[in-house]
């Protein structure tokens, strides 16, 4: 995978030094493809921020999720690329920082897509966007100390 694990820059909350605690990627990616709601966060043209809930599906190294063409997101992203998704629980957090890109529909993201909701994903004037991480940060509250994580290294 080339993906590299290692601890966010966190001064001043007591973070555990040593890798010791850190997450594995399997925990991480279980979080990602088990969430039901995430989070998009994008960037008005005025620089204020944007967030909104969504279902999404974590396919080929990536979160996917889609949207009418002219909401707000779409048009923020139109602008803006720069995005962060993150799983729905604050106890157990997974932060997508990416790139976002209204791409093709993908056979594997519309059958997991459906398999995880129930619905099709392509509905009449929506968008499907490919959210690619830069970096992924995780957690896990009760161990605070001990877990947090930052993954980088995709494409």
């Known amino acids: 995978m080339g993906v590299q694990r290692g601890r966010p820059l966190m ?4 973070i555990e030094e040593s ?22 966060s ?24 889609s949207s009418g063409r002219h909401s707000r997101k779409i048009r923020n992203l139109q602008v803006n690329p720069a995005c962060t998704v993150t799983t729905e629980s604050g106890a157990e957090p997974v932060v ?28 009449p004037g929506s968008a499907i966007v490919r959210v690619a991480p830069s970096e992924i940060f995780a957690l896990e509250e009760a161990r605070f100390a001990r877990t947090p994580t930052l993954f980088r290294g995709w494409g």
């Open 42 to 65: 994008t960037v008005r043209p005025d620089g204020r921020p944007h967030a909104m809930p969504v279902w999404a599906v974590w396919v080929d190294d990536a979160v996917w999720f």
């Open 96 to 123: 997508v920082d990416g790139r976002a890109e209204v791409a093709d529909a993908v056979p594997a993201v519309l059958d997991a897509y459906h398999e995880k909701y129930g619905s099709g994903m392509e509905v």
């Open 19 to 40: 890798d010791d605690g850190l997450l594995d990627w399997e925990t991480v990616l279980g979080r990602l493809r088990e969430s039901h709601n995430y989070w998009v």
């Open 11 to 14: 001064p001043g909350y007591g």
